[in-house]
């Protein structure tokens, strides 16, 4: 049985969202080296529950191949830490090349499947292409703003959602 949310709760929740979409939005910079931070500490923590699990392994292949994942997510994620500016570069490649990958899965989706919202799939498609493809042919000068508006506009989005959508219904 799930409990609805509070009308209050959603409103402050989106409250929240939009004051942190905002900063992102004014502070695009500041907020994309925060996040590679973040995922750097994610990336850590991530490799050292591997490095911690070794003990659960079976068989010594399973433990080398689960030392060198953790040990690999324990590198990554210092170096993600330790030099945040060159990181969020390198991600932001990254998410251009994703993004243009994603849109083009999108628009063979479109291709093959019928039905109502193929029309929308169609367009989220070509938007998500055109959005990688800008990323991709501005890199690396767009590093600087780039993770950051994005990641802002997500927020607002979903502040946005909070406050539209209906709230889910009670389960009886």
Do not use: H
Request: aromatic share 6%.
């Amino acid at each position: 049985m799930s409990v609805p949310a509070s009308p209050t709760l959603r409103w402050v929740t989106a409250g929240l969202l939009l004051m942190a979409a905002v900063l992102c939005l004014a502070l695009p910079f500041v907020s994309a080296t925060l996040l590679t931070i973040a995922l750097g500490g994610v990336s850590v923590a991530a490799g050292a529950s591997q490095l911690l699990r070794l003990t659960s392994a079976d068989d010594t292949r399973s433990k080398v191949f689960r030392a060198i994942s953790g040990v690999l997510y324990v590198v990554g994620g210092i170096g993600l830490v330790a030099f945040p500016v060159a990181s969020t570069v390198s991600l932001t490649l990254f998410i251009g090349v994703l993004l243009a990958v994603e849109g083009v899965m999108e628009l063979a989706g479109a291709a093959a499947g019928a039905g109502p919202a193929r029309g929308l799939v169609l367009l989220d498609g070509i938007v998500t292409v055109v959005l990688g493809g800008m990323l991709i042919a501005e890199w690396p000068s767009d590093s600087i703003w780039a993770i950051g508006t994005l990641f802002g506009f997500g927020l607002a989005f979903s502040a946005f959602n909070l406050i539209t959508a209906a709230p889910p219904a009670a389960e009886g």
